[in-house]
C-alpha cells in the first residue's frame, strides 16, 4: 500500500506565510513534501532575467532556513513538473 503524502509546490508564490496551499495540506495531517521544481523551459526560454532568478534563490534560501526550524526540508529539482510529479507518483 502507498504511504500518503502532501506535496507543497512552491511555484509562483515563494513564502510560507499566508500561503493557502501550505495551510491546507498542514490541515490534512499527513506528512508534506516541500518541493521547487527549476522547470527547463523557463530555464531555457530566456525571459527571465537575472533579477528574477535571484529573487528566486533568496526566496528558496529563505524557505529552506525557516523549514530547517522544524526539521523539514525544500526538495529543489530540476525538470519538467510533469515528469518530476510522475516520478513522485511511481515512487509513492
Known sequence: MRKAIKI??????LRLKDHLPLWAAA????PLLFL???ENFLIEGGK??????RFI???LEDI???L???????????GESVDIFNELSEKN
Open 8 to 13: 507543497v509546490w512552491f511555484k509562483r508564490d
Open 36 to 38: 521547487y521544481v527549476y
Open 57 to 59: 534563490q533568496e526566496s
Open 68 to 78: 530547517a526550524k522544524n526539521q523539514n526540508k525544500l526538495s529543489i529539482v530540476y
Open 48 to 53: 527571465m532575467v537575472d533579477r528574477h532568478w
Open 64 to 66: 529552506q532556513l525557516e
Open 27 to 30: 490541515k490534512a495531517g499527513l
